[in-house]
């Protein structure tokens, strides 16, 4: 038996290298199905790439159909500490299936990290090339060029604050959050709070598609005064292959760009 440890400091005692997996996280399964095809096992209705991906489904992340999971006899589950409820891990383990837990990333190089940990232990696969290709990509943080609002859900209202990969995926290409300096990881100020953001100390909006779905008929309208931009969400919140792209695709889409 292979003795390891997730992110949390937890044991996954696998037999071997990772060969049933079924991943509650869509970044994750990405990330595990590029780099070793076929050793998944099921995957959640949200996994939508690979766009090739054909497995069962076992429900949402936050709300699995764990007897699906089960019933798919998995000789590894994979889950985020943010993603997913931790009753369903223990669930899990309890039933004798080793969970590994990535821990909520605070930044582009550790969520590269602990997919290095991911791949290369629990799978025993050498570096992937897409994974070294981004590390190197993301490794530069640029000065400032934008001060932004970043909301990640309305009804309520819910932005981007303190130590959030998807905070360090924009500081690096020149998007500084205001909520940086929040107490809260995901705060929850109203609406007007954040017209006087953009009224006084941030010159630009910053909209993803996912997990709420911004659209031009959507959150642009409530800040009409400001200057926006409508981003992918897996650009901005993915960690795994989708790395390799977002880069170019997130500096291209700012102003002035």
Request: proline letters at 9%; a negative charge; charged letters at 25%.
């Amino acid at each position: 038996m292979t003795s390891l440890v997730d992110d949390l400091g937890e044991p996954v005692p696998l037999r071997g290298p990772a060969s049933r997996v079924v991943s509650l996280v869509p970044s994750l399964t990405e990330a595990v199905e590029v780099s070793a095809p076929g050793r998944l096992a099921g995957a959640t209705d949200y996994c939508t790439h690979p766009s090739t991906l054909d497995v069962p489904r076992v429900g949402g992340s936050k709300y699995p159909k764990l007897d699906r999971v089960l019933d798919l006899a998995p000789d590894l589950v994979l889950a985020n500490a943010e993603e997913n409820r931790a009753d369903d891990v223990e669930r899990l383990r309890a039933n004798g299936i080793p969970v590994w837990v990535m821990a909520a990333a605070a930044s582009v190089p550790a969520a590269l990290g602990s997919l290095r940990r991911i791949l290369t232990q629990a799978y025993e696969l050498a570096e992937p090339d897409w994974l070294v290709t981004a590390e190197e990509i993301w490794r530069e943080v640029r000065p400032v060029r934008f001060h932004a609002v970043v909301p990640v859900w309305r009804k309520p209202w819910i932005v981007l604050g303190r130590d959030t990969f998807a905070g360090d995926v924009l500081r690096r290409v020149g998007v500084a959050n205001v909520y940086a300096a929040s107490e809260e990881r995901y705060p929850r100020p109203d609406v007007e709070e954040l017209r006087a953001h953009l009224a006084a100390d941030a010159d630009l909006l910053v909209l993803p598609d996912e997990p709420y779905l911004f659209t031009e008929q959507d959150g642009p309208d409530h800040f009409p005064d400001a200057r926006y931009v409508l981003v992918s969400g897996r650009h901005l919140t993915w960690y795994g292959p989708s790395l390799v792209e977002a880069h170019a695709a997130l500096t291209e889409i700012l102003p002035g760009s």
